[in-house]
């Protein structure tokens, strides 16, 4: 690793466009600087500067010549592959056809990475990302012949490892559901009871639902809530059942999830339009509960609203960071960049007029 | 053999917009290219060895699509482009 262009406890956002990768940072989430636009060309699914390492990775999904992913050392200034990176053995007669998710592994597990693709399946390297293997035991689950994709594609979009229990990790795939490991990843139970099927002929079947994004608590390690296709859950017991927690939303459809990791029962969502697929009405608005569902309220004080207002989140669009007070930050698909650093209270404009943002991740700087 | 190497590709190839390779079909002209420049087969094919839908491969002016797809045979001194398709709209 190169030394950090950043002092300790600046803020790095990375926003993953449909042309590019862009690196803003601040020191104290009110003033922004755009750092870079690299990788421009790509485009970026997912990107993430790993705060144990200082490593940056990002998704390369080239849709002409196929999808890689890329090892930053010097933060985003030049780029290289893995010595082994994501493909399919010819025998598997699998195609790769994008990389959805970088997330980096347990805390006291530097070196490991996961990865999830479309088609589903579940890529883990222990060596910070330069050689990787495809985890068999997913690969092999006797129900993956009746998976179907979602509109986005078969696409494993959420990993989750346990925090508390290295044996035990979760992950989200559309339109499959969530699902639990709780071997290390030689086996998976799926773990969709309670939550709606609103688009087949069976309301709760134990597989099938489109989960959009899944996040777990940081300190009660069974409780995980999600962004559904059709609606938002709660589970208080790892997943083994999901309690709906939509109550006042103003309905269920909303692509990612946020949670505020030192006020634990504070999520953030973006209800959207199911079928336009932005902001209800003429506000753009980011919900908050302060009671892990019981009761959501719109956020919007400096968020755009007008006739003209039409604004998606995608499911990686939007994260928290790990401070008090939480900043939330908000990539839309119209290319406007939004951060709260304050939890919600209030929101700034930080950048306009980027290419459509795919995901936002960030990291403060060790 | 020259084979044109589109700008896309051409970090695989050192800035090379052509290199030699040897051949006796397209299947094995991309076998030559990886093996020359690692990756550059997973870029023009997909794992499971089919032709990627977008990458366009010409012998001389001939599509080999409309020849015999990867077996077409490739002569001594012969040109090969790829090319991705034309993207306009997206």
């Given at each position: 690793m190169t030394t950090s262009r950043y002092a300790p406890g600046t803020v790095v956002a990375l926003l993953g466009t449909k042309r590019g990768l862009f690196v803003l940072s601040s020191e104290d989430r009110k003033n922004w600087n755009i750092d870079q636009h690299t990788m421009q060309g790509a485009v970026v699914y997912n990107a993430k500067l790993d705060e144990r390492t200082g490593r940056m990775y990002?998704?390369?999904?080239?849709?002409?010549?196929?999808?890689?992913?890329?090892?930053?050392?010097?933060?985003?200034?030049?780029?290289?592959?893995?010595?082994?990176?994501?493909?399919?053995?010819?025998?598997?007669?699998?195609?790769?056809?994008?990389?959805?998710?970088?997330?980096?592994?347990?805390?006291?597990?530097?070196?490991?990475?996961?990865?999830?693709v479309d088609p589903a399946s579940l890529w883990v390297s222990r060596d910070c990302g330069e050689t990787w293997q495809l985890e068999e035991g997913l690969e092999n689950h006797p129900t993956r012949e009746r998976w179907n994709p979602g509109n986005g594609g078969l696409c494993l979009h959420s990993i989750v490892p346990d925090h508390s229990n290295k044996d035990r990790?979760?992950?989200?795939?559309?339109?499959?559901?969530?699902?639990?490991?709780?071997?290390?990843?030689?086996?998976?139970?799926?773990?969709?009871?309670?939550?709606?099927?609103?688009?087949?002929?069976?309301?709760?079947?134990?597989?099938?639902?489109?989960?959009?994004?899944?996040?777990?608590?940081?300190?009660?390690?069974?409780?995980?809530?999600?962004?559904?296709?059709?609606?938002?859950?709660?589970?208080?017991?790892?997943?083994?059942?999901?309690?709906?927690?939509?109550?006042?939303?103003?309905?269920?459809?909303?692509?990612?999830?946020?949670?505020?990791?030192?006020?634990?029962?504070?999520?953030?969502?973006?209800?959207?339009?199911?079928?336009?697929?932005?902001?209800?009405?003429?506000?753009?608005?980011?919900y908050r509960t302060k009671d892990a569902g019981k009761e959501w309220e719109p956020t919007t004080s400096g968020l755009p609203s007008g006739a003209g207002v039409k604004l998606g989140v995608l499911r990686h669009g939007m994260c928290a960071d790990a401070l008090d007070p939480a900043g939330v930050y908000v990539g839309t698909n119209t290319g406007q960049f939004f951060v709260s650093p304050d939890a919600g209270d209030s929101w700034d404009l930080v950048a306009d007029f980027l290419p459509p943002i795919n995901s936002v991740t960030v990291s403060v700087v060790r | 053999m020259s084979v044109r190497i589109p700008g896309q590709l051409l970090a695989r190839t050192g800035r090379r917009n052509t290199v030699q390779v040897e051949g006796g079909t397209i299947r094995d002209v991309i076998a030559a290219l990886d093996r020359d420049y690692p990756g550059l087969g997973f870029n023009i094919c997909h794992e499971t060895g089919e032709l990627r839908p977008f990458v366009n491969i010409f012998l001389e002016k001939e599509d080999v699509r409309w020849l015999q797809g990867l077996d077409t045979p490739v002569h001594p001194g012969a040109t090969v482009h790829i090319f991705h398709s034309v993207a306009g709209g997206a």
């Open positions: 990002a998704t390369d999904n080239n849709v002409f010549f196929g999808s890689k992913l890329m090892l930053s050392d010097d933060e985003g200034t030049t780029w290289r592959e893995p010595r082994k990176g994501i493909q399919f053995s010819e025998e598997s007669g699998r195609k790769l056809t994008n990389i959805w998710l970088i997330e980096p592994g347990r805390e006291d597990e530097p070196e490991t990475l996961y990865v999830g990790m979760w992950i989200g795939i559309s339109a499959v559901g969530c699902m639990r490991t709780d071997d290390g990843g030689k086996t998976w139970v799926h773990a969709n009871k309670n939550t709606r099927q609103d688009f087949g002929p069976e309301i709760y079947p134990e597989y099938g639902q489109c989960i959009h994004r899944l996040v777990q608590h940081p300190t009660e390690p069974d409780v995980l809530y999600q962004q559904n296709h059709c609606g938002v859950y709660m589970s208080e017991n790892g997943g083994d059942d999901w309690e709906d927690i939509r109550t006042n939303l103003p309905g269920d459809f909303g692509f990612p999830m946020a949670l505020d990791r030192n006020n634990p029962e504070t999520l953030f969502t973006v209800n959207l339009d199911p079928e336009g697929r932005y902001n209800y009405g003429d506000q753009f608005t980011v | -």
